[in-house]
């Protein structure tokens, strides 16, 4: 049988753990909670946060039966999130946006919260959990990350899995469409033939742009524009994008910055004398956001005749 102190000590020692709590859900050792405060969770996204606590459990997991991760935290969002929490209501910081905050309503009703349904293998029981951020660009169309549908064996999530929430509202998932020559990461790794680099280079385009259908209309909500394929970025600090088809970008008054959880959302360009808003990059794989100044987005001008073409 194993026991909450055998799973707090496989997380200490293997994850370099500074907090553990475990508790013993069932009371008889097959079913766990868990939430863990860790450096090796920096700059991760929820999803490969989960795969770091389950590895560090490889040797227990035959005799566990339900696993649910609370919490799994870098020490700084740990500490920030403590200091967030000793301040008025009226200053609400989210942990999710680096040195972000509340933005007022209606100011990003377009903003997609993507979440899926988790089954728990013991009980059975179904929970939404979320996954990925998104945009509405259609009245039935969310703009997202590539990576955000693809599960731990490289295919990709079934709509049926997924649901989408505009203002609070939940939409149910009809179609997926992600770009064809998008190569999930899970392949990549139990792939040994791309010796000549090939994929996830730094010389190649990650292609990391996807597009969910709704199965009803948004009626609350006013989509996002496309950007013109012209549309010229103001130029800034040179900096070394991870793939040919990604822009780099950084709040440079406050460093607000995109991190764990954000991938799939918007990086945006606001006429703040209309209020317009347009989309111009999504979230997508990068440097880890504690350590870089910068996030990386994949470059939506460059995609726009694919977007078209799911549109239809």
């Not at 703009?143 to 939940?170: F, N, S």
């Not at 991870?242 to 991190?259: R, Y």
């Not at 360009?269 to 111009?280: F, M, N, P």
Request: some cysteine.
């Amino acid at each position: 049988m194993v026991s909450a102190a055998d799973v707090e000590a496989a997380l200490k020692s293997k994850l370099d753990a500074t907090e553990v709590e475990v508790e013993d859900i069932a009371k008889c050792g097959t079913s766990f909670e868990v939430r863990v405060v860790s450096a090796a969770f920096a700059g991760k996204r929820l999803l490969e946060r989960h795969k770091l606590v389950n590895a560090a459990l490889a040797d227990l997991m035959p005799s566990i039966h339900a696993l649910s991760i609370k919490r799994c935290k870098a020490p700084e969002e740990e500490a920030r999130q403590l200091r967030d929490a000793s301040k008025t209501a009226a200053v609400n910081v989210t942990a999710d946006i680096y040195n972000g905050q509340a933005a007022p309503a209606g100011m990003f009703d377009w903003m997609v919260d993507m979440k899926a349904w988790f089954q728990d293998t013991t009980t059975g029981q179904l929970s939404l959990e979320h996954m990925c951020g998104g945009a509405l660009i259609g009245p039935d169309t969310v703009l997202t990350a590539a990576h955000c549908l693809e599960m731990e064996d490289g295919t990709m999530a079934p709509a049926g899995a997924l649901v989408l929430e505009v203002q609070g509202a939940p939409y149910e998932a009809a179609s997926l469409a992600v770009h064809p020559n998008y190569y999930p990461a899970a392949l990549v790794a139990q792939n040994t033939d791309f010796s000549d680099g090939s994929v996830d280079s730094p010389l190649v385009p990650n292609y990391d742009v996807a597009v969910i259908r709704l199965a009803a209309p948004v009626q609350s909500a006013q989509p996002i524009q496309l950007p013109a394929a012209d549309l010229q970025l103001a130029p800034g600090q040179a900096l070394e994008p991870l793939f040919t088809d990604t822009v780099c970008a950084v709040n440079n008054v406050n460093g607000a910055n995109s991190c764990a959880g954000d991938s799939g959302g918007p990086l945006i360009l606001r006429d703040y004398i209309t209020g317009a808003a347009t989309i111009v990059g999504v979230v997508s794989v990068g440097p880890d956001c504690d350590k870089a100044n910068y996030g990386s987005y994949t470059d939506v001008r460059l995609y726009l005749d694919t977007i078209a073409g799911w549109m239809v």
